[in-house]
C-alpha cells in the first residue's frame, strides 16, 4: 500500500483494477504497462484485505479463445460474517450477473444494507439483468462491471465467454495492516 497522509489531509489515490485476462494494476500505479497476473481456472486470489477483517476475493473461471485464458468470474466481499458476492454464469448461450446480498439476490437499483455499513446496489440493467454492481463501505467503494468481447451473435470462438472487471477506490484511509494483491506495495 503506498503511504497515505494523516486522515485530515486524505485524497484518495487511484483506483486498482482488475480488467480482462487478469491485467491489473494497484493503488500506487503511475502509468506505464499494466501487470498480468497468471492465474488459473477455479483459482481464487485476495484482492484486498485490511485490518478491519475486510477481504475482497477474485476467482478466475477458463475463457478466451480455446478456453486457455483465466478470467474473473466471480468477486466476493465479506467482513465477518456479512458477506456479498457477484457472479457471472452462463445461461444458455447467455452471460447472466447475479448479485447476492444477505443470502438475497438483488435485482433492483435500490442499495441493499447487509450490515457493518456496507451497501449492495445493482447497476446497469439490460434486458431486465444487473450488469454492474456498486459496493461500498465506511472507507472502500468497489465496482464490478460485466464486460464481453463481442456481441454474442458474432463471436467467433463461442465458449470464450464473459467476464468481470473489477475496480477499488479508498473513500477514506484502510486500517492496517493492508494486503492481497491491491493492499501491498505493487503497482
Do not use: C
Given at each position: ?43 481464487s486470489r485476495i484482492l484486498?484485505?485490511d485490518g478491519n477483517g ?134
Open positions: 500500500m503506498p503511504r497515505l497522509p494523516p486522515p485530515s489531509t486524505f485524497q484518495a489515490p487511484s483506483e486498482a483494477a482488475m480488467v480482462g485476462s487478469l491485467f491489473w494494476v494497484g493503488f500506487n500505479y503511475q502509468g506505464g504497462a499494466w501487470n498480468r497476473l497468471a492465474g488459473q481456472p477455479g483459482q484486498y484485505g475486510l477481504k475482497l476475493t477474485a476467482t478466475f473461471a477458463a475463457g478466451g479463445y480455446q478456453n486457455k485464458q483465466a478470467f474473473v468470474r466471480t468477486v466476493t466481499l465479506t467482513q465477518g460474517a456479512v458477506t456479498t458476492s457477484t457472479k457471472l454464469v452462463q445461461q444458455g448461450s447467455r452471460w447472466v450477473l447475479r448479485v447476492v446480498a444477505k443470502g438475497q439476490p438483488v435485482t433492483g437499483l435500490q442499495g441493499v444494507e447487509i450490515g457493518r455499513g456496507i451497501t449492495v446496489r445493482a447497476t446497469r440493467f439490460e434486458a431486465g439483468l444487473p450488469t454492474g454492481v456498486i459496493v461500498t463501505t465506511h472507507n472502500l467503494r468497489l465496482r464490478v462491471a460485466q464486460r464481453a468481447l463481442n456481441p454474442a451473435d458474432v463471436v467467433p470462438n463461442k465458449p470464450y465467454g464473459e467476464w468481470l472487471d473489477v475496480y477499488l477506490a479508498l473513500l477514506a484511509p484502510p486500517t492496517p495492516p493492508t494486503g492481497g494483491l491491491f493492499g501491498g506495495k505493487n503497482k
